[in-house]
């Protein structure tokens, strides 16, 4: 939620001048997105989102991202569909920064998603994953299972001013997913981010999906994993199970889990928190108290792994064994 | 620039119910205006701005802005309209703040401002000043030469820790200030903030006025002054006399000076300068390391205030006698 990039008039009439989109009618820094800047750039040809690439994200890795987007926006995903300059280009440089322009996608996203707004999300993102079987390029996920005892150690026992005990408990679970963690399961692009900020709905209907920029190869269950932790539980730390049903019914009518992957929901899930609750350790013990960005609460994840590892089978999550 | 108080999906849905303004298709908070919280929201009737006020904002000072709005867009200045509910309300309250509803002005605004800017400028702010002459509500300038001392004192000498010395310069302006200011120039609704980023062109033009927040009742020369200080320095701290005559010229082919009003702009170019530098030095002393808007460089506003002590005339800013 921040700009951190600053780009002037000047800069922006040259910048558009390589594409067929007319003059900037309006310009306005967003507060959308933690990583990047965004402006929304009104032009002749309609409304467009320009993103400055900031220093988390590598360079190397924007044409994966950006290609993916035009791989799906071709197969009827909706996604922001990165708009090519007149040499072809969808990767440019604005302001001493990579950047890109991408199509605006009308929606609001859904502060407290409802069972419904969850089986719409398990649609959408059993498409995405089908449509993303084609994509050609490749792209290892850095927070994956053996990313994350280097982010653990590189926190230095530090989980401990946040919650006496943590680090202790974080290298338990830590060991126990090293040893559980499945490796042989259906793999595909997977969106590995899509918490309800990231998805957009009109009218009770999924009309976009946004922010791509951590997409990467792996299990494509572990999708499903995250989505679990980010749209499933209530404010007061409860999990909702009509949600969760809601959600895994509508992704498996498109595309059935295998056996093996319906009963390892619960380490799927569990992986799934530790990974975001091992960033929010450390984006809270690294964020300076200026940061124009707050650390978002790890504690949140505190309570959803201990909620993981108190199932007992993959059924816990809604799904009949019939279902799956 | 900044989003202080979130809206979520539903609070928004509620509030626009009260409009005939459709449905929301999409709602992203902005980074723009420093004092309120600011949501581009496409609705099925167009592009609009919710502001919510906060702190800093009077509330019993709102109905005089809202109004003044409406009664200057209805006089041809291009402004933001506030947009009336159906029982005929501009202000409202959403998210436990006081809000509204304004239109969506296209245009960017000038980082560089040339002299056509400048002359653009100068056009636009006498028309505004013809057009706010009839509005019937009043609003004191708290930022006045009265108020400058208040400021002044509640930074208890702290101005000493930006530049060394600064707390006798500002303390010297400011008696010598109250000795000299005007009182019986022609007065009216001022905008009082009319910096660049508070100004939209499209294609060279004037597109629009934004921000009235500041706006009062003060001397109209005073304006002008603001506007000196505010456009017509270079980055490198030199005064650009082309700019400044180009903005007199077109303004005063509207509104021309009084004999007096003309004598007294380097007193009224002055007391605008100490007046942005008192604000930005107690922004500097009483904004905490983690806000979300970081505060202005005071410096600035000490170069342009010597600046203006060395003026000898008012022929200085460009304009001639016989111009006036």
């Not at 559980?180 to 997977?190: E, H, K, L, S, T």
């Not at 990974?275 to 108290?289: C, E, H, K, Q, V």
Request: hydrophobic share 40%; charged share 25%; aromatic share 10%.
């Amino acid at each position: 939620m921040a700009v951190y990039t600053e780009v002037s008039d000047d800069e922006l009439s040259s910048f558009l001048a390589s594409y067929d989109l007319g003059e900037a009618l309006s310009f306005k820094g967003i507060a959308e997105g933690v990583e990047n800047t965004n402006y929304l750039v009104h032009t002749e040809a309609g409304p467009h989102i320009l993103t400055l690439y900031e220093k988390r994200v590598s360079l190397e890795d924007l044409p994966f991202f950006l290609g993916l987007m035009e791989h799906l926006a071709a197969r009827g995903v909706s996604c922001p569909l990165p708009v090519r300059d007149r040499n072809g280009e969808m990767l440019r440089e604005l302001s001493g920064r990579p950047a890109a322009i991408i199509t605006f996608l009308e929606g609001l996203w859904v502060r407290r998603p409802s069972a419904e707004h969850c089986a719409a999300l398990g649609e959408t993102l059993a498409k995405l994953h089908l449509a993303g079987q084609d994509f050609p390029m490749t792209r290892a996920n850095a927070l994956s299972v053996s990313g994350w005892r280097p982010l653990h150690d590189s926190c230095r026992g530090g989980a401990d001013s946040i919650l006496q005990g943590l680090n202790a408990e974080v290298s338990e679970e830590l060991s126990s997913l090293e040893e559980a963690w499945p490796c042989d399961f259906p793999q595909g692009v997977i969106h590995a981010d899509l918490f309800p900020d990231n998805v957009f709905f009109l009218g009770g209907r999924v009309s976009g999906v946004i922010d791509f920029y951590f997409a990467c190869n792996d299990m494509l269950a572990y999708d499903i994993a995250i989505c679990l932790n980010a749209w499933c539980f209530e404010p007061d730390g409860s999990f909702n199970i009509t949600k969760a049903r809601a959600l895994l019914r509508a992704y498996t009518a498109l595309r059935p889990f295998t056996d093996e992957e319906f009963e390892a929901l619960p380490v799927l899930a569990r992986g799934a928190a530790l990974r975001f609750l091992l960033t929010r350790i450390y984006d809270w013990l690294n964020t300076s108290a200026d940061a124009l960005v707050k650390p978002k609460d790890p504690l949140e994840y505190v309570r959803k792994l201990r909620f993981h590892r108190n199932v007992g089978s993959a059924r816990e999550y809604g799904l009949g064994e019939d279902e799956k």
